[in-house]
């Protein structure tokens, strides 16, 4: 009888262990930052074919070639030296304030391969955001390479900032 106690305690001990083992190997790391489906300042989706490219003048020769332009505040940690795409959304916000806050709609900045801004496009183009733009990322150069990234201004600017 004895044993058939210690028989049946093993048996129940072995399971538990068997049980919790597995649960308490568990680990779980959140290290993306996903969407949680919240409808606030999430931008809407922009598929109409693409944003239109600017001419916005950064491949002609009003600018220093790219190799002799000082570096911009592009840059970023020694793990991560590029930073394009958070200079992208300062120089942005920079340029909507200077302006009055009137720009709306989605912009679109190019990096080229020598770490030089090669393109701007404007879903909604407004020229005092677009030449404050271009006089920032037309004088100097990053330690990136090749690479798109797209900042969106908003709906319904009309400008002063603040107002809106």
Not at 9 to 37: K, N, Q, W, Y
Not at 139 to 156: D, L, N, R
Request: glycine share 12%; with cysteine; charged share 20%.
């Amino acid at each position: 009888m004895k044993s058939q106690h210690l028989t049946l305690v093993a048996l129940i001990a072995a399971g538990l262990g068997a049980l919790a083992t597995p649960l308490a190997c568990i680990r779980h790391a959140d290290i993306r930052d996903e969407p949680d489906s919240s409808i606030l300042d999430r931008p809407p989706d922009f598929d109409a074919g693409g944003i239109p490219e600017l001419d916005s003048g950064l491949g002609s020769d009003a600018y220093p070639l790219c190799a002799d332009r000082p570096t911009g505040k592009c840059v970023g940690s020694n793990d991560f030296p590029c930073a394009f795409e958070d200079w992208v959304p300062a120089m942005a916000k920079a340029c909507q304030e200077a302006s009055g806050c009137k720009t709306n709609g989605w912009l679109e900045v190019q990096m080229g391969p020598d770490g030089c801004v090669e393109a701007l496009g404007m879903e909604e183009p407004n020229d005092e955001v677009v030449a404050c733009l271009v006089a920032e990322m037309g004088a100097v150069k990053c330690p990136c390479g090749e690479g798109i990234t797209k900042y969106y201004f908003g709906a319904g600017n009309v400008g002063p900032c603040g107002s809106n």
